[in-house]
C-alpha cells in the first residue's frame, strides 16, 4: 500500500506540471498574439529582390491529388522559384498524369547532375518547357530519400519542402521565407497547417469552407489549432520547437547540404556518419532534420532560431477513418521516439542552451512518456477503486485539473483565432472554418466528446507507437486519399 501512494504522489505531482506547463503555453501565446497584433507589419520582398526557392514535392500513389497540387504550386505569387516533383516509385499513374498533363519532356544529360546526398536509383528526369517544373522519377526509397533526390537537382537557394496532398496559399511562400531573410540565424521557418477536407478551393482561395461531418476531422481540426496555433507559436518563441511540418517548411540548401539532407539508411554523408552513425533513420524526417540543424548550429556555436507563423496557410487532408487516424497517430508517436533516442545525448547538456535544456525534456517527459504516464494512473484507479482505496480528492483534482486545462485552451484558443483573424486575408480565415455561433459550438462540443473519447483513442495509438519503436518497425503506413475540390 506505501507503493501505490508513492506512485499516487507521483502521478499527482506529474499532472500538475503538465497542467501548469500547458497553461503557461497557452497563456503566452495570448500575450504573443496580443503585442503581435499591436505591432506594424514588415513590409515583404519585392519580386525584384526575392531569392531562389526550389520546392520539392515527394509523391507516392498520389494520382488522385499531383495535377492539383502542381498546378498550385505553379500559380504561386511569388516570381523566383521552381517546384521539383519527386515520383517515389509510385505504382499508380503519378508520374504519367503528371508528364502528361504538363507535357513534360526528358532532360538531357541529367545523368550529369552532382549527386551531393546518395539516394535510390533515379530512372528519368523531365523538364516543362518554360523550365519551371522538374519531375524526378526514381525507385521508390522513402519520403525522406525522395526529399534528397529533389535537393540534388534543386538550383534555388532556399529549399521548401511540401506534401503532395497539400495547396499553399497563394502568398504563403513570400512570407515564410520573410523571417530567414531577416535573420540569418533562421535555419528553418514553417507556417500554419490547415485541414483540407470538404474544402473547395479556386486558383488557391477558398471558396467554400462548410463545417464537416466527420467527427474523426473535427477532432483533428482542434488538435490541429491547438498544436499549430498555440504550442508551437509559444516553444518558437523561447527557441523550443523541434517540430515543424513537413507538409510546409523551408530551409537554406547550403545548411542540408551540410548536414547531409535527409536521414535514411543508404544516405553515407559524412557529417551523419560522424553525428549518428551508419544506417539510422527515422519515420518522421520532419522533426529529425529540425533537431540536427539545431545540434548543427549549436556545435559550431552559432545563434539559431526555429520558427513557426500563424499566417501563411498550408492545406492538407488528414485521415476520414478511424485505421487511418489510427495508424497515423501511431507513427508519429513512434518517430517522435526515434528522433528522441537519436539526439538523447543533448539532454540536459548545457552546451546546446534552450534546446537541451529545455526542448528535448519537454518533448520527452510532457509528449513522448504522456500515454504511459496517463496508462499508469488509468490502471492505479482501477486498482484503489477495486481495493476500496481510492482517494476521493485525487480523483477530484484529476478531472477538476483536466477540465481547468481545457477551458483555459479553449478560452486562448478564442482570443487567439480572434486576434489572429483581424490581420489575415478572407483566404486564411476562411481556412479556420469559424463563421457563426453554431460552428463554434459544434467545435466546442466535439471537443468535449474527444475528452473521453478521442483522447483515448489517441493514447492508445501512441503506446502501439512506442511498442513499434522498441520492435524497431518502419512502416510508412499511408492512408488513401479523396483530394481538394477545385
Given at each position: 500500500?506505501i507503493l501505490?501512494?508513492?506512485?499516487e504522489?507521483?502521478?499527482?505531482?506529474?499532472?500538475g506540471?503538465?497542467?501548469v506547463?500547458?497553461?503557461?503555453l497557452y497563456l503566452?501565446?495570448?500575450?504573443?498574439?496580443?503585442?503581435?497584433?499591436?505591432?506594424?507589419?514588415?513590409?515583404l520582398?519585392?519580386n525584384?529582390?526575392?531569392p531562389?526557392?526550389?520546392i520539392?514535392?515527394p509523391?507516392?500513389?498520389?494520382?488522385?491529388?499531383?495535377?492539383v497540387c502542381?498546378k498550385?504550386l505553379l500559380?504561386?505569387?511569388?516570381?523566383n522559384y521552381q517546384?521539383?516533383?519527386?515520383n517515389?516509385g509510385?505504382?499508380?499513374?503519378?508520374?504519367e498524369k503528371i508528364?502528361e498533363?504538363?507535357?513534360m519532356?526528358?532532360?538531357?544529360?541529367?545523368?550529369?547532375?552532382?549527386?551531393q546526398?546518395n539516394?535510390?536509383?533515379i530512372n528519368n528526369v523531365?523538364?516543362s518547357e518554360?523550365k519551371?517544373?522538374i519531375?524526378i522519377d526514381?525507385q521508390?526509397?522513402?519520403?525522406?530519400?525522395a526529399?534528397?533526390?529533389?535537393l540534388n537537382?534543386s538550383?534555388g537557394e532556399?529549399?521548401?519542402?511540401?506534401?503532395?496532398?497539400?495547396?499553399?496559399d497563394?502568398?504563403a511562400?513570400?512570407?515564410?521565407i520573410?523571417p530567414m531573410?531577416?535573420?540569418?540565424s533562421?535555419?528553418?521557418?514553417g507556417g500554419q497547417?490547415a485541414?483540407?477536407?470538404d474544402?473547395?478551393l479556386?486558383?488557391?482561395?477558398v471558396?467554400?469552407a462548410?463545417?464537416p461531418k466527420?467527427?474523426f476531422?473535427l477532432?483533428?481540426?482542434l488538435?490541429?489549432?491547438?498544436?499549430?496555433?498555440?504550442a508551437?507559436i509559444?516553444?518558437?518563441?523561447i527557441n523550443a520547437?523541434l517540430i515543424?511540418?513537413?507538409?510546409f517548411?523551408?530551409?537554406r540548401k547550403?545548411?542540408?547540404c551540410?548536414?547531409?539532407?535527409?536521414l535514411?539508411?543508404?544516405?553515407?554523408?559524412?557529417y551523419i556518419?560522424k553525428?549518428?552513425?551508419k544506417?539510422k533513420?527515422?519515420?518522421?524526417e520532419d522533426?529529425e532534420i529540425v533537431?540536427r540543424l539545431?545540434?548543427f548550429?549549436?556545435d559550431?556555436?552559432?545563434?539559431?532560431?526555429a520558427?513557426f507563423?500563424p499566417?501563411?496557410?498550408?492545406?492538407?487532408?488528414?485521415?476520414?477513418k478511424?485505421?487511418q487516424?489510427?495508424?497515423q497517430?501511431?507513427?508519429w508517436?513512434q518517430?517522435?521516439?526515434?528522433?528522441l533516442?537519436?539526439y538523447?545525448n543533448l539532454?540536459?547538456?548545457?552546451?546546446?542552451?534552450?534546446t537541451?535544456?529545455i526542448?528535448?525534456?519537454?518533448y520527452?517527459?510532457?509528449?513522448l512518456?504522456?500515454?504511459v504516464?496517463?496508462?499508469?494512473?488509468?490502471?492505479?484507479?482501477i486498482?484503489?477503486?477495486?481495493t476500496?482505496?481510492?482517494n476521493?480528492y485525487w480523483?477530484?483534482?484529476?478531472i477538476?485539473?483536466?477540465?481547468?486545462?481545457?477551458t483555459?485552451?479553449?478560452?486562448?484558443m478564442?482570443?487567439i483565432?480572434e486576434?489572429?483573424s483581424?490581420?489575415?486575408?478572407i483566404?486564411?480565415?476562411d481556412a479556420?472554418r469559424?463563421?457563426?455561433?453554431?460552428d463554434?459550438?459544434?467545435?466546442?462540443?466535439?471537443?468535449?466528446i474527444a475528452?473521453?473519447t478521442?483522447?483515448?483513442?489517441r493514447?492508445?495509438?501512441q503506446?502501439?507507437?512506442?511498442m513499434?519503436f522498441?520492435?524497431?518497425?518502419h512502416?510508412?503506413?499511408?492512408f488513401?486519399?479523396?483530394?481538394?475540390?477545385v
Amino acid at each position: 500500500m506505501i507503493l501505490i501512494r508513492i506512485l499516487e504522489k507521483v502521478l499527482i505531482i506529474y499532472f500538475g506540471i503538465y497542467v501548469v506547463i500547458d497553461i503557461l503555453l497557452y497563456l503566452y501565446s495570448i500575450i504573443i498574439f496580443k503585442f503581435r497584433s499591436g505591432k506594424k507589419k514588415n513590409t515583404l520582398i519585392n519580386n525584384i529582390d526575392q531569392p531562389s526557392v526550389s520546392i520539392v514535392v515527394p509523391a507516392y500513389n498520389e494520382e488522385v491529388s499531383i495535377v492539383v497540387c502542381v498546378k498550385m504550386l505553379l500559380q504561386l505569387d511569388y516570381e523566383n522559384y521552381q517546384v521539383v516533383v519527386v515520383n517515389d516509385g509510385s505504382k499508380d499513374s503519378t508520374l504519367e498524369k503528371i508528364t502528361e498533363h504538363f507535357q513534360m519532356m526528358e532532360m538531357n544529360n541529367w545523368r550529369n547532375n552532382q549527386n551531393q546526398i546518395n539516394t535510390s536509383l533515379i530512372n528519368n528526369v523531365y523538364l516543362s518547357e518554360n523550365k519551371k517544373l522538374i519531375v524526378i522519377d526514381k525507385q521508390n526509397g522513402g519520403k525522406a530519400d525522395a526529399i534528397n533526390a529533389g535537393l540534388n537537382f534543386s538550383q534555388g537557394e532556399f529549399i521548401c519542402t511540401i506534401d503532395a496532398d497539400s495547396i499553399l496559399d497563394s502568398d504563403a511562400l513570400k512570407h515564410v521565407i520573410q523571417p530567414m531573410l531577416e535573420n540569418e540565424s533562421v535555419f528553418v521557418s514553417g507556417g500554419q497547417i490547415a485541414l483540407s477536407n470538404d474544402l473547395k478551393l479556386v486558383n488557391n482561395k477558398v471558396v467554400s469552407a462548410k463545417m464537416p461531418k466527420n467527427i474523426f476531422v473535427l477532432w483533428q481540426i482542434l488538435e490541429y489549432i491547438s498544436t499549430f496555433m498555440i504550442a508551437r507559436i509559444s516553444l518558437s518563441k523561447i527557441n523550443a520547437l523541434l517540430i515543424m511540418s513537413g507538409a510546409f517548411s523551408i530551409f537554406r540548401k547550403k545548411d542540408l547540404c551540410e548536414v547531409g539532407g535527409f536521414l535514411t539508411k543508404q544516405n553515407d554523408h559524412q557529417y551523419i556518419l560522424k553525428s549518428l552513425g551508419k544506417g539510422k533513420q527515422t519515420i518522421t524526417e520532419d522533426m529529425e532534420i529540425v533537431l540536427r540543424l539545431w545540434k548543427f548550429y549549436r556545435d559550431r556555436k552559432r545563434k539559431a532560431k526555429a520558427v513557426f507563423l500563424p499566417g501563411p496557410v498550408c492545406w492538407t487532408e488528414a485521415p476520414e477513418k478511424l485505421n487511418q487516424l489510427y495508424k497515423q497517430r501511431m507513427r508519429w508517436h513512434q518517430g517522435l521516439a526515434e528522433t528522441l533516442w537519436l539526439y538523447r545525448n543533448l539532454m540536459f547538456e548545457p552546451k546546446y542552451k534552450s534546446t537541451g535544456m529545455i526542448a528535448i525534456p519537454y518533448y520527452f517527459f510532457m509528449e513522448l512518456a504522456a500515454p504511459v504516464i496517463k496508462l499508469l494512473a488509468f490502471i492505479l484507479i482501477i486498482v484503489l477503486i477495486l481495493t476500496g482505496n481510492i482517494n476521493q480528492y485525487w480523483v477530484i483534482y484529476f478531472i477538476t485539473g483536466t477540465i481547468i486545462l481545457y477551458t483555459i485552451i479553449l478560452s486562448s484558443m478564442t482570443v487567439i483565432i480572434e486576434k489572429w483573424s483581424m490581420s489575415q486575408t478572407i483566404s486564411n480565415r476562411d481556412a479556420l472554418r469559424y463563421k457563426s455561433l453554431f460552428d463554434w459550438l459544434i467545435l466546442l462540443l466535439s471537443g468535449v466528446i474527444a475528452n473521453f473519447t478521442y483522447a483515448l483513442f489517441r493514447m492508445y495509438a501512441q503506446l502501439h507507437g512506442i511498442m513499434n519503436f522498441f520492435r524497431k518497425r518502419h512502416n510508412w503506413m499511408k492512408f488513401d486519399r479523396k483530394g481538394i475540390q477545385v
